[in-house]
Protein backbone atom coordinates (compact mmCIF):
# COMPACT_ATOMS: atom_id res chain seq x y z
CA UNK A 1 0.00 0.00 0.00
CA UNK A 2 1.19 3.34 -1.10
CA UNK A 3 1.34 6.19 1.87
CA UNK A 4 -1.03 9.11 0.49
CA UNK A 5 -1.71 11.88 2.87
CA UNK A 6 -5.37 13.65 1.90
CA UNK A 7 -3.57 16.55 -0.34
CA UNK A 8 -1.78 14.08 -1.92
CA UNK A 9 -5.49 12.76 -3.13
CA UNK A 10 -7.02 15.99 -3.53
CA UNK A 11 -4.44 17.09 -5.65
CA UNK A 12 -4.32 14.14 -7.83
CA UNK A 13 -8.36 14.19 -8.38
CA UNK A 14 -8.02 17.91 -9.15
CA UNK A 15 -5.33 17.68 -11.74
CA UNK A 16 -7.52 14.86 -13.22
CA UNK A 17 -10.79 16.94 -13.37
CA UNK A 18 -9.18 19.14 -15.44
CA UNK A 19 -9.72 16.17 -18.33
CA UNK A 20 -13.27 15.58 -17.02
CA UNK A 21 -14.15 19.23 -18.01
CA UNK A 22 -12.11 18.78 -21.18
CA UNK A 23 -13.76 16.40 -22.36
CA UNK A 24 -17.34 17.50 -21.63
CA UNK A 25 -16.27 20.80 -23.38
CA UNK A 26 -15.28 18.84 -26.56
CA UNK A 27 -18.48 16.65 -26.16
CA UNK A 28 -20.96 19.90 -25.81
CA UNK A 29 -19.62 21.61 -28.22
CA UNK A 30 -19.27 18.87 -30.83
CA UNK A 31 -22.44 17.55 -29.72
CA UNK A 32 -24.15 21.29 -30.41
CA UNK A 33 -22.57 21.42 -34.48
CA UNK A 34 -23.49 17.77 -35.09
CA UNK A 35 -26.89 18.64 -33.12
CA UNK A 36 -27.49 21.11 -35.52
CA UNK A 37 -27.62 19.24 -38.67
CA UNK A 38 -29.68 16.56 -37.37
CA UNK A 39 -32.16 19.37 -36.51
CA UNK A 40 -32.03 21.09 -40.25
CA UNK A 41 -32.69 17.18 -40.79
CA UNK A 42 -35.36 16.85 -38.36
CA UNK A 43 -37.38 19.79 -40.30
CA UNK A 44 -36.45 19.27 -43.06
CA UNK A 45 -39.41 19.68 -45.86
CA UNK A 46 -37.84 16.56 -47.19
CA UNK A 47 -39.59 13.69 -45.93
CA UNK A 48 -36.21 10.98 -46.56
CA UNK A 49 -34.25 13.75 -44.20
CA UNK A 50 -37.00 13.73 -41.34
CA UNK A 51 -36.91 10.23 -41.46
CA UNK A 52 -33.07 10.20 -41.11
CA UNK A 53 -33.04 13.09 -38.10
CA UNK A 54 -35.82 10.64 -36.85
CA UNK A 55 -33.92 7.21 -36.74
CA UNK A 56 -30.18 8.99 -35.80
CA UNK A 57 -32.07 10.55 -32.79
CA UNK A 58 -33.95 7.03 -31.78
CA UNK A 59 -30.70 5.13 -32.51
CA UNK A 60 -28.47 7.09 -30.39
CA UNK A 61 -31.34 7.81 -27.49
CA UNK A 62 -32.54 4.56 -27.44
CA UNK A 63 -29.02 2.85 -26.69
CA UNK A 64 -26.63 3.06 -23.67
CA UNK A 65 -23.77 5.49 -24.03
CA UNK A 66 -21.83 2.88 -22.60
CA UNK A 67 -22.43 0.34 -25.82
CA UNK A 68 -21.83 3.34 -28.08
CA UNK A 69 -18.37 3.85 -26.42
CA UNK A 70 -17.58 0.43 -26.52
CA UNK A 71 -18.75 0.20 -30.27
CA UNK A 72 -16.20 3.24 -30.84
CA UNK A 73 -13.60 1.67 -29.39
CA UNK A 74 -13.43 -1.75 -29.73
CA UNK A 75 -15.38 -1.41 -32.80
CA UNK A 76 -13.40 1.14 -35.21
CA UNK A 77 -10.34 -0.78 -34.83
CA UNK A 78 -11.74 -3.74 -36.21
CA UNK A 79 -12.46 -1.51 -39.40
CA UNK A 80 -8.96 -0.46 -39.72
CA UNK A 81 -9.52 2.48 -37.61
CA UNK A 82 -6.94 3.01 -35.06
CA UNK A 83 -8.41 4.91 -31.99
CA UNK A 84 -7.07 6.40 -28.72
CA UNK A 85 -9.28 6.29 -25.22
CA UNK A 86 -9.34 9.95 -26.02
CA UNK A 87 -10.83 10.00 -29.37
CA UNK A 88 -12.78 7.23 -28.92
CA UNK A 89 -14.48 9.11 -25.78
CA UNK A 90 -14.58 12.21 -27.81
CA UNK A 91 -16.57 10.73 -30.46
CA UNK A 92 -18.98 8.94 -28.53
CA UNK A 93 -19.88 11.78 -26.38
CA UNK A 94 -20.31 13.93 -28.95
CA UNK A 95 -22.50 11.76 -30.84
CA UNK A 96 -24.54 11.07 -27.97
CA UNK A 97 -24.79 14.48 -27.21
CA UNK A 98 -25.77 15.72 -30.80
CA UNK A 99 -28.99 13.36 -30.83
CA UNK A 100 -30.30 14.98 -27.33
CA UNK A 101 -29.59 18.84 -28.46
CA UNK A 102 -31.60 17.84 -31.66
CA UNK A 103 -34.31 16.85 -30.22
CA UNK A 104 -34.29 19.98 -27.35
CA UNK A 105 -33.59 22.81 -30.06
CA UNK A 106 -36.44 20.40 -32.59
CA UNK A 107 -38.81 21.18 -29.30
CA UNK A 108 -38.18 24.67 -28.94
CA UNK A 109 -38.76 25.05 -32.97
CA UNK A 110 -42.22 23.41 -32.80
CA UNK A 111 -42.92 25.22 -29.77
CA UNK A 112 -42.71 28.38 -31.38
CA UNK A 113 -46.53 29.78 -33.27
CA UNK A 114 -46.58 29.55 -36.78
CA UNK A 115 -47.01 33.30 -37.02
CA UNK A 116 -43.27 32.99 -36.66
CA UNK A 117 -42.95 31.61 -39.42
CA UNK A 118 -45.07 33.29 -41.94
CA UNK A 119 -43.81 36.65 -40.42
CA UNK A 120 -40.29 35.53 -41.89
CA UNK A 121 -41.92 34.88 -45.20
CA UNK A 122 -43.97 37.88 -45.14
CA UNK A 123 -40.56 39.79 -45.15
CA UNK A 124 -39.41 38.15 -48.04
CA UNK A 125 -36.70 35.41 -45.88
CA UNK A 126 -36.24 32.25 -47.43
CA UNK A 127 -36.35 28.97 -45.55
CA UNK A 128 -32.34 29.19 -44.71
CA UNK A 129 -32.73 32.97 -43.79
CA UNK A 130 -35.89 32.35 -41.96
CA UNK A 131 -34.33 29.47 -39.84
CA UNK A 132 -31.09 31.48 -38.78
CA UNK A 133 -32.59 35.19 -38.28
CA UNK A 134 -36.28 34.23 -36.51
CA UNK A 135 -36.15 30.99 -35.53
CA UNK A 136 -33.33 29.44 -34.55
CA UNK A 137 -32.53 32.51 -32.38
CA UNK A 138 -35.95 32.23 -30.15
CA UNK A 139 -35.50 28.35 -30.07
CA UNK A 140 -32.17 28.50 -28.84
CA UNK A 141 -33.30 31.37 -26.31
CA UNK A 142 -36.29 28.95 -24.77
CA UNK A 143 -34.12 25.73 -24.83
CA UNK A 144 -31.64 27.18 -22.82
CA UNK A 145 -32.66 25.19 -19.72
CA UNK A 146 -32.77 21.96 -20.64
CA UNK A 147 -30.36 22.75 -22.77
CA UNK A 148 -28.25 23.18 -19.34
CA UNK A 149 -29.64 20.38 -17.88
CA UNK A 150 -28.27 18.15 -20.41
CA UNK A 151 -24.69 19.16 -20.16
CA UNK A 152 -25.00 18.36 -16.14
CA UNK A 153 -25.95 14.75 -17.66
CA UNK A 154 -23.22 14.75 -19.89
CA UNK A 155 -20.54 15.96 -17.31
CA UNK A 156 -22.07 12.91 -14.92
CA UNK A 157 -21.39 10.77 -17.98
CA UNK A 158 -18.11 11.54 -18.74
CA UNK A 159 -17.52 8.55 -15.44
CA UNK A 160 -18.53 6.05 -17.53
CA UNK A 161 -15.21 6.62 -20.08
CA UNK A 162 -13.31 5.24 -17.47
CA UNK A 163 -14.15 1.71 -18.65
CA UNK A 164 -12.97 2.36 -22.02
CA UNK A 165 -9.09 3.65 -20.42
CA UNK A 166 -9.73 7.09 -20.45
CA UNK A 167 -7.95 8.53 -17.92
CA UNK A 168 -10.75 11.15 -16.63
CA UNK A 169 -11.68 11.42 -12.98
CA UNK A 170 -13.35 7.82 -12.28
CA UNK A 171 -10.14 6.21 -13.50
CA UNK A 172 -7.70 7.94 -11.72
CA UNK A 173 -10.03 7.26 -8.58
CA UNK A 174 -9.34 4.15 -9.38
CA UNK A 175 -6.10 4.24 -9.23
CA UNK A 176 -5.97 5.96 -6.31
CA UNK A 177 -7.96 4.02 -4.30
CA UNK A 178 -6.08 0.75 -5.87
CA UNK A 179 -3.07 2.31 -4.08
CA UNK A 180 -4.58 3.32 -0.88
CA UNK A 181 -7.24 1.48 -0.47
CA UNK A 182 -9.15 4.38 1.09
CA UNK A 183 -12.46 4.06 -0.60
CA UNK A 184 -14.28 6.61 1.40
CA UNK A 185 -12.31 9.57 0.85
CA UNK A 186 -11.18 8.76 -2.59
CA UNK A 187 -14.72 8.55 -3.96
CA UNK A 188 -16.11 10.73 -1.32
CA UNK A 189 -13.80 13.59 -2.60
CA UNK A 190 -14.58 12.71 -6.45
CA UNK A 191 -18.49 12.57 -5.52
CA UNK A 192 -17.99 16.09 -4.26
CA UNK A 193 -15.83 17.33 -7.29
CA UNK A 194 -18.83 16.19 -9.31
CA UNK A 195 -20.70 17.90 -7.16
CA UNK A 196 -18.75 21.35 -6.98
CA UNK A 197 -19.20 20.92 -10.91
CA UNK A 198 -22.64 20.10 -11.54
CA UNK A 199 -24.60 22.30 -8.80
CA UNK A 200 -23.45 25.69 -10.36
CA UNK A 201 -25.21 24.54 -13.71
CA UNK A 202 -28.31 23.15 -12.46
CA UNK A 203 -29.07 26.45 -10.21
CA UNK A 204 -28.19 28.05 -13.53
CA UNK A 205 -30.81 25.75 -15.30
CA UNK A 206 -33.60 26.75 -12.51
CA UNK A 207 -32.82 30.61 -12.85
CA UNK A 208 -33.20 30.78 -16.56
CA UNK A 209 -36.60 28.51 -16.21
CA UNK A 210 -37.78 31.09 -13.49
CA UNK A 211 -36.80 33.44 -15.62
CA UNK A 212 -39.01 32.73 -18.44
CA UNK A 213 -42.05 34.17 -19.53
CA UNK A 214 -45.10 33.23 -18.51
CA UNK A 215 -47.29 31.32 -21.67
Given amino acids: MIEFTFWDILRNLIFATRWTLLLSIVAFGGGAVVGLL ?6 SKHPWLRRFGAGYIA ?3 GTPLLMQLFLMFFGLPMLGFRIEPWTAAALGLTFYASAYLAEIWRGGVEALPRGQWDAGASLGLHYLQELRLVILPQAFAITRPPAVGFLVQ ?3 STALTSIIGFE ?4 TANAINNATFEPF ?3 GLVAVIF ?4 YPLT ?7 RRMPAH
Fill in 154 to 156: LIK
Fill in 203 to 209: QYARMLE
Fill in 59 to 61: LFQ
Fill in 38 to 43: ILFARI
Fill in 195 to 198: FVLC
Fill in 185 to 187: TVY
Fill in 168 to 171: ELLR
